[in-house]
Every structure is written in C-alpha cells, then in structure tokens.
C-alpha cells in the first residue's frame, strides 16, 4: 500500500489561501484530495491524473481550488483560495493505481491521516 503524508493544513480566516501538500511514498497514476467536516461523509475536492496531469473538481471549489501534481517528488498539492468556514474540515491525501478520477471515496487504494483545515469567519 501506498504511504502518504499530508502536511501544510491550519487554521485561517476567512478568504486567505491555504497550500495543502501530499508526498507519496511510490509513483501513482491518479491522485486526489477528500475532505471530511463533523458530522457529514467524505467528500470527493480534487483529483489529478499523475501522468496527464489532467484535473477533475468538485462544483464546490471549481476556480477556488487548484490540484497540482509534480511526479519527480511524487507530491500533490492543493491550493486553497478565497477559502470559506464551509471548507472547514479534515483534508484527506487518496491515490488510485487505475486511470480515471472517480469521486466516490471507495474507488481509491490508499488514504493518508488526514490534516486538519479549519476556516474563520
């Protein structure tokens, strides 16, 4: 199994940027970012093909959010923008060794413990 790491969440307010960071302890065809607030399920945020680089967005954060990859390190970044108290929650890293950015949570292979992104008004 794929080991990730996430680092890079905090607490912030209101509209300031925020830059989450995943490193992959192997090469991976597709990585991607969930989030989970209190009392609600994991959520797909964005997804990123590691060798196409193409991208894929939950409506929530298309062109607040930006997913980057960079296989050399094998490291996915997440920029934050005109972050909300809605974006609160706990940022989870998930990668996926077939093709394709599914948002359903049970078709990724490997998941990390998750950092912790909490947003003020």
């Known amino acids: 199994q794929v080991q990730l790491v996430e680092s890079g969440g905090g607490l912030v307010q209101a509209g300031v940027s925020l830059r989450l960071s995943c490193a992959a302890s192997?090469?991976?065809?597709?990585m991607g970012w969930f989030r989970q607030a209190p009392g609600k399920e994991r959520e797909f945020v964005a997804g990123?093909?590691?060798?196409?680089?193409?991208?894929k967005y939950a409506d929530s954060v298309k062109g607040r959010f930006i997913i980057s990859g960079d296989n050399a390190k094998n490291t996915v970044y997440l920029q934050m923008s005109s972050l909300k108290p809605e974006d609160t929650a706990v940022y989870y890293c998930?990668?996926?060794?077939?093709?394709?950015?599914?948002?359903?949570?049970?078709?990724?292979?490997?998941w990390g413990h998750g950092t912790q992104v909490t947003v003020s008004s």
């Open positions: 998930a990668t996926r060794r077939f093709s394709g950015i599914p948002v359903d949570r049970a078709l990724y292979d490997s």
């Open positions: 990123i093909n590691m060798s196409g680089q193409y991208t």
């Open positions: 192997e090469r991976t065809n597709v």
